[in-house]
């Protein structure tokens, strides 16, 4: 079964404090692999698209990578305005939905 | 340019009461999504439209749900005899085509379902 898992659940880092969000993923025949942001009471926003192994995107204080097995989302000295929930989506096989973690809720304390 | 608008932005609802849920796709978008999200669950597909048929229905977790969609634009998502599990937000997506690579999808706001 196609499956997404985000870890870790929950992550407070102070302001300046870099680090990685991790996205690990088990489908057949990948299509892509998209990071969104969310904040409360809001629809997610796109962030990132990566469609194959190796392949890297940056936007800002965020770094997206991808590997066969997972993603990891790179926060260089984050501000409290990253504060948000991060979701990863998969796209796989023949159809066009997504699959998604539950995400990774960021709190940035200045 | 505009986004994906839904609305209501929140809906109050009796138990057994139908509801419809409206979604306006950023304007040259072929594909629509509809998916739901409950509280600390992940996001659930529930169907996908190209163009205004549904290629792909598979997540409609019930035949209380259906949806439609006209000129290619507009979609409603109708929810009948409505049970307090149903709710939930209610995510509409759009993207600029269906076919090649899967291409990125948009989110509007959501409608947040309340079912007492």
């Known amino acids: 079964e196609d499956q997404v898992t985000q870890s870790p659940e929950a992550l407070r880092l102070q302001e300046g404090e870099s680090s990685s969000l991790n996205c690990s993923y088990t489908?057949?025949?990948?299509?892509?692999l998209f990071w969104y942001r969310q904040d409360p009471g809001k629809g997610p926003e796109f962030l990132f698209t990566?469609?194959?192994?190796?392949e890297e995107k940056e936007k800002e204080r965020l770094k997206a990578t991808l590997t066969k097995k997972e993603s990891f989302l790179h926060i260089t000295a984050p501000k409290p305005e990253d504060s948000a929930t991060y979701l990863c989506?998969?796209?796989?096989?023949?159809?066009?939905?997504?699959?998604w973690g539950l995400g990774t809720s960021l709190a940035v304390n200045p | 340019g505009a986004g994906v608008s839904q609305s209501p932005s929140n809906k109050v609802t009796e138990k057994g009461k139908d509801v419809e849920l409206r979604c306006d796709p950023i304007?040259?978008?072929?594909?629509l999504y509809w998916y739901r999200q409950r509280l600390g669950q992940g996001l659930e597909f529930l169907i996908y439209?190209?163009?205004?048929?549904?290629?792909?229905k598979s997540g409609l977790p019930s035949d209380r749900f259906s949806a439609e969609r006209t000129g290619e634009s507009v979609s409603t998502l109708t929810i009948q005899r409505t049970q307090q599990e149903d709710s939930a937000v209610y995510l509409c997506?759009?993207?600029?085509?269906?076919?090649?690579?899967?291409?990125?999808?948009?989110f509007g706001p959501g409608t947040r379902l309340t079912v007492l």
């Open positions: 997506a759009s993207s600029l085509q269906a076919g090649g690579p899967i291409d990125t999808q948009y």
């Open positions: 304007s040259g978008h072929t594909a």
């Open positions: 439209f190209q163009g205004n048929s549904a290629p792909d």
């Open positions: 489908v057949s025949g990948l299509r892509g």
């Open positions: 990566l469609y194959s192994a190796g």
């Open positions: 989506a998969v796209n796989a096989g023949n159809n066009r939905k997504l699959i």
